[in-house]
């Protein structure tokens, strides 16, 4: 019994075993005419006599973790067949490089580590075949890219590599977009000043309106409770600040968000209404003790735009016409607003 | 076990990005295998691959370049020169191929610009196809560039400067539709000493051509030539020569002079690989043909000949090299057709086949005959000497030849295993 058990074990035995230890420290016995097929594992053995045992086993690179090491003795094992033919050989490896970019990456990289020339070739070339004719829209989703190029970066005209139509009506619309980014700084450094004019005078109206006895407090109260309702507003307040800078003609054919005609409109007599903060400060008569001057805090900064951005809203086309009247009479409007309650002031509008 | 890897279908944002992190390398090698107009545009993908492109280490502009190709040719003409000098300015490191194989580039002076940068750049691989046009001058940048180790160049005209050192490291050459005088041709040869690798075809400007080259060990000429030598070549082991100038043999002229055959062998010991196309053996049977070399080539293993089986001096030729070759195993002999106004040596019969040695031949392809005497001779003669023959395959220049075929059949053969193959002409 025992001879026949061993005439059984005998031609395993003859087989030579080397040891080999990947990334995560696991040792495995890999037959060594396979695990030769690897150059850096062939130089272990021949020039250091590593891998003959556990204790020396040969550490591999540490980008080969043990389930790229079981694929890539698969192709080994394939490979240093000699009998094969090429088309055998060609079959074998479009079926290898079937699987997910990541593990194609994974592999590539743990290939590269061992120096196992062909099969570089090989995932580099399924590689390319993943990225060739593909948008960068698909190839950043295909492998995961981050699409971290800053607005600037990404607006640098393309390199007119091909004479795409497209591209070049791209590269119309990104200079576009990038003159507007550049109102949209210029208008950020001139609205940090304006705003806190603006919220003042807006508190005071406000304040004039609900009534002079409430005090500051009890008007920030009245402004939360519409808080909601504006947090939405505040998006489109923004942007509706920096289409004015524009021509008209310009948002036609731009895809800046949601914009209405309306929108516009407002956005422009918004914008007007800051201008106007040179002429507003020094001659508004308003009760000025429950604001602040400096140090408002930038929530209730927002709270305010909120505010100013509705009661623009609630106030309709027939702002522009009354803003004409404020350019031309100037010192005037201030009169005007302190002459009117809410609702007579809305009433001569109406 | 391997199993297939496929990716979950509600993949989370956090996958991480595997491609942007491979080594430098295996990324340009990735690169390298798309076009290079895609590989460029892999700089939108993201910040760590805005400038990943630009260590590509092969530059190729040739028809893929563009998009649109149904613009007039001007137009497509400027956006390329645009486009070459946007890339080689936006490239960092060093290049290793630079190509250029463009059917609308012509009369282009910016290719001397190209040139002088790539010089500087220590470009080792150079290619220039002009499609089209008049024969493009290279620039004189380009030959004082030490660091060239293949040159390919195609309808170009090649002047040297006097200042000109050769190409020091130079390893191949590859000239085609090119013009260069008698003495810059030689000089170019013999001042690169590393050349192993010469290919011209259809060149003007020079008929003798003296191969004057240590390393050399694969040539491929064809163009209209008077005379071939080679000296110091003792490395060359694959050579392929078609002259494609038939030339009137003057037969009082020649008469004894020496062998062409004789010269030509001299200096090639160890070819390996033959072919003699077009009317290079008629070349060589110029003279008194031995009846074998006087040094066997014992290396050649291969052998192609475009022979006339009307010209008996061919014939002789051709069996010559036959005796003289005694590990011959492949053997390919193309008909030439006769020409009316050119005296040819009328054909002695079977006389030609005397002392015929044994030829170690397997591989044997007849072509383009259709079942003279002297063809089916010649046949009958290769399969009786061949005993380790396995297979002929003979294609007929017409079809319906059935003589040929039924003499065919008919032939003794040395060779047990031998397959003649018919092979019928579509």
């Not at chain 1, 060739?132 to 829209?137: A, F, K, L, N, Q």
């Not at chain 1, 005090?215 to 947090?231: E, P, Y």
Request: charge should be neutral; aromatic fraction near 8%; proline fraction near 4%.
């Amino acid at each position: 019994m025992s001879e026949i058990d061993m005439a059984v074990i005998k031609p395993e035995m003859m087989k030579s075993y080397i040891w080999l230890q990947t990334s995560d420290g696991s040792i495995q016995q890999v037959e060594q005419e396979i695990a030769m097929f690897c150059p850096l594992i062939c130089q272990e053995i021949i020039t250091k006599g590593m891998g003959s045992s556990k204790n020396s086993a040969i550490s591999l690179p540490q980008q080969v973790t043990p389930s790229t090491l079981s694929l890539i003795l698969d192709y080994c094992r394939f490979h240093q067949v000699p009998g094969r033919s090429n088309k055998e050989r060609k079959s074998h490896d479009e079926k290898f490089v079937r699987m997910g970019t990541n593990r194609l990456c994974e592999l590539v990289s743990a290939a590269d580590s061992l120096q196992l020339r062909p099969l570089v070739d090989l995932i580099s070339r399924a590689l390319a075949r993943k990225i060739e004719g593909r948008t960068p829209e698909e190839i950043r989703e295909i492998f995961h890219l981050p699409d971290d190029l800053t607005e600037e970066e990404k607006l640098e005209p393309l390199k007119n590599i091909t004479d795409d139509p497209r591209i070049r009506l791209l590269n119309r619309l990104y200079a576009k977009k990038r003159k507007e980014l550049k109102e949209r700084e210029r208008l950020k450094n001139v609205e940090i000043e304006e705003e806190r004019v603006d919220e003042r005078s807006v508190d005071d109206l406000l304040t004039f309106i609900n009534g002079n006895d409430r005090d500051a407090k009890a008007v920030k109260t009245s402004k939360s409770k519409k808080k909601n309702r504006k947090k939405k507003d505040q998006q489109k307040n923004s942007s509706l600040k920096d289409n004015t800078a524009l021509d008209k003609k310009e948002l036609n054919g731009h895809d800046t968000g949601d914009q209405s005609s309306d929108g516009n409109i407002i956005g422009e007599t918004s914008n007007l209404l800051y201008e106007e903060d040179g002429t507003f400060s020094p001659k508004i008569d308003f009760d000025d003790g429950d604001l602040d001057d400096d140090g408002i805090e930038p929530a209730i900064r927002e709270k305010i735009d909120r505010e100013v951005a509705d009661f623009a809203r609630r106030i309709n086309s027939d702002w522009t016409e009354r803003m004409q009247d404020f350019l031309t009479s100037g010192r005037e409007r201030t009169s005007t607003f302190s002459a009117t309650n809410g609702n007579g002031y809305l009433r001569r509008h109406a | 076990m391997r199993r297939e890897q496929v990716q979950p279908a509600c993949l989370s944002d956090f996958e991480p990005d595997r491609l942007s992190c491979l080594p430098g390398h295996v990324i340009d090698q990735i690169l390298s295998h798309l076009p290079l107009r895609e590989a460029v545009r892999t700089s939108v993908l993201s910040s760590k691959w805005r400038y990943k492109w630009a260590t590509l280490p092969n530059l190729v502009f040739d028809n893929q370049c563009h998009s649109v190709a149904s613009q007039d040719h001007s137009d497509i003409k400027n956006k390329l020169l645009r486009i070459i000098d946007h890339v080689l300015l936006l490239h960092a490191g060093a290049i290793n191929k630079f190509k250029l194989s463009h059917r609308d580039l012509i009369g282009v002076t910016d290719i001397d610009r190209w040139s002088l940068h790539l010089t500087r750049r220590s470009v080792k691989e150079f290619v220039l196809e002009i499609w089209k046009g008049q024969r493009y001058k290279i620039p004189s940048c380009l030959f004082a560039c030490q660091s060239l180790v293949h040159l390919e160049l195609f309808n170009c005209w090649l002047k040297p400067p006097s200042t000109f050192q050769g190409f020091k490291n130079l390893k191949s050459l590859d000239l085609q539709h090119v013009t260069l005088a008698q003495d810059v041709f030689e000089n170019l040869i013999s001042s690169c000493p590393m050349l192993e690798r010469l290919t011209l075809m259809n060149f003007d400007g020079f008929a003798n051509l003296n191969i004057d080259a240590p390393n050399l060990q694969f040539f491929d000429i064809g163009g209209k030539f008077e005379d071939i030598s080679f000296e110091n070549t003792f490395q060359l082991s694959v050579v392929s020569i078609g002259l494609y100038l038939n030339f009137e043999t003057n037969q009082n002229r020649l008469r004894g002079s020496s062998s062409n055959l004789l010269k030509f062998f001299v200096h090639l010991p160890h070819v390996r690989r033959l072919e003699v196309q077009s009317y290079f053996l008629k070349y060589l049977a110029i003279g008194a043909v031995p009846l074998k070399l006087p040094r066997p080539c014992i290396d050649l293993s291969y052998l192609s000949i475009r022979m006339n089986f009307n010209d008996s001096k061919e014939i002789s030729t051709a069996l010559c090299l036959l005796r003289s070759s005694p590990n011959l195993q492949e053997l390919e002999v193309l008909a030439r057709p006769d020409e009316q106004n050119v005296l040819i040596h009328p054909y002695c019969g079977e006389d030609e086949y005397c002392s015929c040695p044994i030829m170690q031949l397997r591989h044997v392809r007849i072509d383009g005959v259709s079942g003279t005497k002297p063809e089916l001779d010649f046949i009958s003669f290769l399969l009786l000497y061949s005993p380790v023959l396995e297979r002929m395959t003979v294609k007929p220049v017409s079809s319906g030849v059935t003589e040929l075929m039924k003499e065919l059949l008919r032939f003794r053969r040395a060779s047990g295993r031998a397959e003649i193959i018919y092979q019928e002409s579509p």
